[in-house]
C-alpha cells in the first residue's frame, strides 16, 4: 500500500516546497512510496477533491507555512481532519517564521504600508483589498481575511511532528519521509529529521571562553574563520539553536540566525539566547551593559527571527 500524502503551504515562501524537491534522485523513492493527493505548487488539485475525502483518508500532511489567513486556518483544519499525522513543515508552520516578525505591527499598519505608503504604489482613493465583492449581477468574489496576528501551525490544530529549518535541509525531509513510510516515527510532539542537542555542540569553530566588550556586525568586520563567532562579537544563536543543519550557515562564513529552533526544554529561544549573551559579556557595570545590549541592531529580529509567533511575546501589544 503506498502512503497518500498531502503536501500544502500556507503563509510560505515556497522554499520548503524546492526542499522537497532538492532531494533530487530520491524523490523517486518517494513517488514510489507515496501517492500525492494535494501539492498547490505543483499539481493542480482542488480544496473540493479534498474534502470529499473521508476524515483519516490522507495518512500525512506536510503543512509549511504560518497561519496568516483564513485561508491558511481553514485548509489546515481541513488537512488536520483528513489526515492521521499532521507534520508541521519548516520555521513557519513550526515556530511563525519569517512571516511572523509582522506581528511586529497591526494589520493596519501593515496594509497602509502596502496599499497606501509604499514607494511603489499610486493609490490616491485609498483603495484596500475587500474580503467581499459583487458586481450586483449575481457575481461575488471572496478574498481570505487577513489577520492581525500571525500564528504557527500549532497554534491553530493539533501537531504530531515538526521537521525545523528555513528550509529545512532537504536529505532531513528525505529521512523523516523514511520514518514516516517505515512506521519508525517517535512519539508524539517530537522535532524529527534534525539533533536534540545545540548547534554549538556541532559546530568546529575554535571556543576559547573568551569575553566579549563589543557587538559586531557581519557587515562591519571580518570574522576569524577559526573562531568562534560569538566570541568575536558577532551575535551567533548556535548556543540555543538545534542542531542539525550542519550548521550550513557557519560553514559559509555567517553566524547563526536559529532557523532551527530552540533546542528540547527552551521554551523562549530569544529570551534564552539573551541569557547566553549575557554570560559572555565582559563589563559588570550595568552602564557598560546598556551601552553594549544597545548596539544590537533590532534586536527582536535578531532573536526572535524566526519564532516571533512562539515567543512568550508573540506580537506588538495593541
Ligand atoms: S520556513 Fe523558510 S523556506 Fe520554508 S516557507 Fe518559511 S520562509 Fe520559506
Ligand atoms: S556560537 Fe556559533 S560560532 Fe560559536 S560555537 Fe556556537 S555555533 Fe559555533
Ligand atoms: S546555521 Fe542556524 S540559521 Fe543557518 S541553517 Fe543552521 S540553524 Fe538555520
Redesign the pocket.
Known amino acids: 500500500m503506498k502512503l497518500k500524502l498531502a503536501i500544502y503551504w500556507g503563509a510560505a515562501c515556497g522554499g520548503c516546497d524546492v526542499a522537497i524537491l532538492d532531494v533530487h534522485e530520491k524523490l523517486l523513492d518517494i513517488a514510489d512510496a507515496a501517492d500525492i493527493y494535494l501539492w498547490p505548487i505543483a499539481m493542480d488539485f482542488k480544496y473540493s477533491d479534498v474534502e470529499k475525502m473521508e476524515d483519516g483518508y490522507l495518512d500525512v500532511a506536510m503543512y509549511s507555512g504560518a497561519i496568516r489567513n483564513s485561508e491558511n486556518e481553514e485548509i489546515a483544519h481541513l488537512l488536520r481532519k483528513k489526515a492521521k499525522v499532521m507534520v508541521a513543515l519548516g520555521s513557519c508552520a513550526h515556530l511563525g517564521g519569517i512571516p511572523s516578525l509582522a506581528n511586529l505591527f497591526t494589520r493596519e499598519e501593515i496594509l497602509n504600508r502596502v496599499y497606501i505608503d509604499s514607494e511603489s504604489t499610486v493609490n490616491k482613493e485609498k483603495i484596500f483589498p475587500t474580503e467581499a465583492w459583487s458586481n450586483g449581477n449575481g457575481e461575488e468574489l471572496e478574498l481570505p481575511k487577513f489577520y492581525n496576528t500571525v500564528k504557527s501551525l500549532d497554534q491553530v490544530v493539533d501537531v504530531d511532528y515538526y521537521i525545523p529549518g528555513c528550509p529545512p535541509v532537504p536529505l532531513q525531509i528525505f529521512s523523516a519521509f523514511t520514518l514516516i513510510r517505515d512506521g519508525m516515527l517517535p512519539p508524539k510532539g517530537a522535532v524529527i529529521g534534525a539533533g536534540d542537542r545545540a ?2 555542540d556541532q ?1 568546529e ?1 575554535k ?1 576559547e571562553e573568551k569575553k566579549i566588550t563589543e557587538i559586531k556586525r557581519i557587515q562591519e568586520a571580518i570574522p576569524d574563520p577559526e573562531r ?4 568575536q562579537g558577532f551575535i ?1 544563536l ?2 540555543v539553536t538545534r542542531a542539525g543543519c550542519g ?1 550550513r550557515c ?1 560553514n559559509s562564513g555567517v ?2 540566525r536559529g532557523c532551527y529552533g530552540p533546542v528540547d526544554g527552551v521554551y523562549d529561544q530569544g529570551v534564552k539566547m539573551l541569557s547566553a549573551l549575557a554570560s559572555v559579556l565582559e563589563p559588570k557595570e550595568q552602564e557598560e551593559i546598556d551601552r553594549i545590549i544597545d548596539t544590537i541592531p533590532a534586536p527582536l529580529r535578531t532573536f526572535q527571527r524566526f519564532s516571533m509567533a512562539a515567543s512568550m511575546l508573540r506580537r506588538k501589544k495593541v
Open positions: 548547534l554549538c559546530c569553530r571556543k568562534c563567532f560569538l566570541e551567533c548556535g548556543p550548521a557557519i553566524p547563526c
